[in-house]
């Protein structure tokens, strides 16, 4: 693997004071405890649970056990410096069918969590939604229901009630181009749907949850964001069918969520694009406004570019399941072509390329309303495996990490308003439709042991978070 840097990794790297340092994880992929204390059924649940979805017929039912190990889990944070940990609320464990009392075990392993990371000096991040609906609300239409959304805000209204009093900084989704183009879309992650016009309803419903949930949160007082993934999306070439074809998967992939949220209006050329779909019906008087609800913060989650063709290509654009490619999760736009070049790539076969978040992070500053940004997920899978001696050495992780930290201090040298950063992943976990195939984690899991072994990227991570790598 070619390294990203030029230099020794972390060295020169001159992040601002007050600059936050922290990892993230996701409730499905490392609570476990599928039935216990109350928690009820979600789509992933479902999902993982049905033949031929998830690699290796793998499920999250016991992921690394984080529910019982919790404690263990944060100490060892601890140890490594984190500042700041990102976390994700299992709706279906606080909240079993997505409707009506919260359920009071659920709540309390959060409360026993939060209060571990405060003593530990660790702020704790809540995201409300990372991809687990309760399955009794897909049952009722999921997503492309307007009710979801309405259920989503009631469900943040009452955890926030219960939790608000320790947690500064609350995100409410995790996303959503994931949720609503490969749910209901693609169908290769949940609930596994192909319907193009109901992914379009699920993805304005899902920003009109999080306006509605932003808007509860910040009347209580509370510090609000959302996360969505981006993409650099660029031509393979000048010609006018390939820029076209870049057009197009921007604003899918970027523009169909950042406007809503940030301009309050949908873009018109993507709204063309989708006229073979969908007619917007589904989008009501005052739902722009809802979903543009001020933000206190902007999570911007980044792992690799696009480069785009107008005639097909192989058709690989990153997001296909490991169980089988199903169909397109960009309706209207569903002849594009996505070429692969010749830099290196990860496990999950992503270009490895720093400089496009510099990009997507200047270009959110630049285009749309000022808001500060933190880079909520980046990080790379790597085919880990312990030393005979037990360690795991993992320099391409460091190289990764090192490049794309870079990146985030030339568009802070830019004028742009990032403050934090969080590594994606704390733990290696069940890697949704790739099961426990793919390793993100700065953490080496032992998936029969559960044993927690930190590889060497952890304690580089650890060592540029205490400033001892800066020179």
């Not at 309303?369 to 790379?380: D, I, K």
Request: hydrophobic content about 40%; overall charge negative.
């Amino acid at each position: 693997m070619t390294t990203e840097s030029q230099t020794e990794p972390g060295t020169g790297l001159q992040l601002p004071p007050g600059f936050l340092f922290g990892a993230a994880t996701a409730a499905y992929q490392v609570e476990g405890a599928a039935t216990a204390d109350g928690r009820g059924p979600s789509i992933w649940d479902t999902f993982s649970h049905t033949p031929g979805r998830v690699l290796g017929g793998e499920t999250g039912d016991v992921a690394i056990e984080h529910y019982q190990r919790y404690r263990e889990d944060v100490a060892l944070m601890s140890d490594l410096g984190l500042q700041a940990y990102r976390f994700s609320i299992a709706w279906p464990r606080v909240q079993p069918t997505g409707r009506g009392a919260l359920n009071q075990a659920g709540v309390d392993f959060y409360s026993r969590l939060i209060d571990e990371l405060l003593a530990a000096g660790i702020e704790p991040w809540p995201t409300l939604y990372h991809w687990d609906l309760p399955q009794p609300l897909e049952d009722a239409g999921g997503w492309p229901e307007r009710d979801t959304a309405e259920r989503f805000a009631d469900y943040a209204g009452a955890i926030s009630a219960v939790l608000g009093d320790r947690v500064r900084q609350w995100t409410t989704l995790n996303e959503p181009w994931c949720s609503a183009f490969l749910g209901y879309g693609s169908g290769v992650h949940a609930p596994g749907r192909q319907d193009p016009a109901a992914a379009v309803r699920a993805g304005h419903h899902l920003m009109l949850g999080h306006g509605l949930a932003a808007g509860l949160l910040r009347s209580g007082g509370h510090q609000v964001g959302v996360t969505i993934n981006l993409y650099d999306v660029v031509p393979v070439s000048e010609r006018e069918i390939d820029v076209d074809a870049a057009r197009r998967i921007d604003g899918l992939q970027n523009r169909f969520f950042l406007d809503p949220v940030l301009l309050g209006s949908y873009p018109a050329d993507v709204m063309a694009d989708l006229a073979s779909v969908t007619d917007f019906s589904h989008v009501q008087d005052g739902d722009l406004s809802v979903i543009s609800t001020p933000l206190d913060m902007l999570g911007v989650n980044y792992y690799s570019r696009h480069v785009v063709t107008g005639e097909a290509g192989d058709g690989d654009d990153g997001h296909g399941g490991a169980a089988g490619s199903g169909a397109s999760p960009w309706p209207g736009s569903e002849h594009v072509g996505f070429a692969k070049g010749d830099l290196p790539v990860t496990a999950m076969g992503w270009e490895i390329h720093a400089e496009g978040l510099t990009s997507v992070l200047e270009r959110v500053s630049v285009e749309y309303p000022a808001v500060p940004l933190y880079v909520t997920e980046n990080g790379a899978a790597f085919a880990d495996v312990p030393d005979p001696d037990g360690l795991v050495r993992d320099p391409d992780r460091i190289s990764y990490l090192d490049g794309h930290l870079r990146a985030c201090q030339a568009a802070i040298d830019a004028g742009v308003p990032l403050r934090g950063y969080f590594c994606w992943s704390l733990f290696d976990n069940f890697e949704w439709s790739w099961g426990y195939s793919r390793r993100f984690g700065l953490v080496y899991v032992d998936y029969e042991t559960q044993t927690r072994t930190p590889k060497s990227s952890a304690y580089w991570y650890g060592d540029l978070i205490r400033g001892r790598l800066a020179t």
